[in-house]
């Protein structure tokens, strides 16, 4: 899971999110647009039927992104870092004391950040140098790296969000912004030792490449009533659009 994520918990809207997730887009074995129409919101990992995000009606929520390191890990396993999201949305367990879990258990997983909530709390933890945190009402920004690292994309979709989120916030809005294609200058990249080439090809909101890029743009709205809107648009492997999906879904009546 990369690229840039982005968080808020407005004034009229308890949460407004937009994510991207990005996949190898060579696609010699070929796909079935059936099968990918059934996956795409829930986007399991086929090993562990872990996810990359979710939300329940209930109004709980998760998301995680991988931390992108050069230095290969030694350890001989790992549990899936999908795994996270899924306990967190099919338990019941508070997101602070399931991040104190999580977080004592740091180790069994290579490096991931992640982002679980429910109606009333958002709590940010990941295993690579940075605590749990309890997230007050404001934006945020998340890529490969720490909680609001300032990468250009992560700059620049905090900025987008900004904007959008100026009034209540729409699908067409946050959709723009995850469609951001604009490659940083070189003296913005980080240097984590992949190489100028690559720092470029990932630096935009949206990456297109002939062999990795942007496979959906996710964009997740609940309001203060319960109900959430969730939209996906789908991109083919040679960045042009392919389609977008829409749910609504309603909250779980008492």
């Not at 350890?75 to 338990?91: T, W």
């Amino acid at each position: 899971v990369t690229g840039v994520q982005t968080c808020a918990l407005p004034i009229y809207d308890r949460i407004a999110t937009a994510f991207h997730r990005n996949t190898l887009t060579n696609n010699e074995g070929g796909t079935i647009d059936e099968e990918f129409r059934t996956v795409a919101v829930v986007d399991r990992v086929n090993t562990t039927l872990g996810t990359w995000m979710g939300t329940t009606r209930q109004g709980r929520f998760a998301a995680v992104t991988n931390f992108r390191e050069v230095q290969p890990v030694t350890a001989p396993s790992f549990k899936s870092r999908g795994a996270l999201v899924e306990a967190f949305l099919i338990g019941q367990t508070h997101p602070l004391a399931y991040a104190e879990h999580v977080s004592a258990n740091a180790d069994a997983y290579r490096g991931f950040n992640l982002l679980i909530g429910d109606k009333n709390t958002l709590v940010y933890v990941s295993n690579r140098g940075k605590k749990l945190t309890v997230l007050d009402a404001g934006i945020y920004g998340l890529s490969n790296h720490l909680l609001d690292t300032p990468w250009p994309k992560v700059v620049a979709g905090k900025t987008h969000l900004q904007r959008a989120l100026s009034h209540s916030p729409n699908e067409a809005h946050l959709l723009h912004m995850l469609s951001d294609v604009q490659i940083a200058p070189d003296d913005a990249l980080p240097d984590p030792g992949v190489g100028i080439e690559r720092e470029r090809m990932f630096s935009p909101i949206r990456l297109i490449s002939p062999n990795y890029g942007t496979r959906v743009s996710t964009v997740l709205i609940r309001h203060q009533h319960g109900t959430q809107r969730f939209s996906e648009r789908r991109w083919n492997a040679d960045g042009t659009e392919s389609e977008t999906l829409r749910y609504l879904l309603g909250p779980v009546q008492p």
